[in-house]
């Protein structure tokens, strides 16, 4: 499914680059635009981070293998928040919280996997209630394989 969806964006952008392609200086520079672009969009690389309820974890494991992520690393972390509550006198208190046991995720996905594994985690990390979790996305330049020296996006497939 993830090459299938890689030809489809080369053929794409091979039909802009064929299109363009005369003998003329700015068609050739747009040209070398396309191919750059191309390789961004073929190598594009997301970090997806999350915090999430510890009691979440295996929900959300199962959710992300139901959906194709096979591997992520995963850290018990402890925090420190402020946690606000209702009273009954229609007044909000504070509450300081210490220790608050938390799951940290990081996936690091292609670009073709970043919205099906924004969406799973946010499903099934959701409760409902306040301290659900966060979650952050970055880009990634650059990836290798140590054992091979191998790098790019490839390596993630």
Request: one cysteine or more; charged letters at 30%; hydrophobic letters at 40%.
């Amino acid at each position: 499914m993830v090459r299938l969806r890689i030809q489809e964006r080369e053929k794409e952008v091979n039909k802009i680059y064929y299109f363009k392609s005369n003998n003329s200086p700015r068609n050739y520079f747009l040209g070398l635009l396309f191919l750059f672009l191309k390789k961004l969009k073929l190598d594009a690389m997301k970090k997806v981070e999350a915090i999430i309820r510890k009691s979440k974890f295996t929900i959300v494991k199962e959710a992300l293998h139901d959906v194709g992520v096979n591997f992520f690393s995963f850290w018990d972390v402890k925090g420190v928040g402020v946690d606000k509550e209702e009273s009954t006198i229609l007044s909000q208190m504070t509450n300081e919280v210490n220790n608050i046991e938390r799951c940290y995720l990081t996936i690091i996905v292609n670009d073709d996997f970043e919205e099906v594994t924004i969406k799973a985690i946010l499903e099934s990390a959701n409760s409902g209630e306040d301290g659900d979790g966060l979650l952050f996305v970055s880009s990634i330049n650059e990836i290798y394989r140590i054992r091979t020296g191998e790098k790019g996006s490839k390596i993630l497939r």
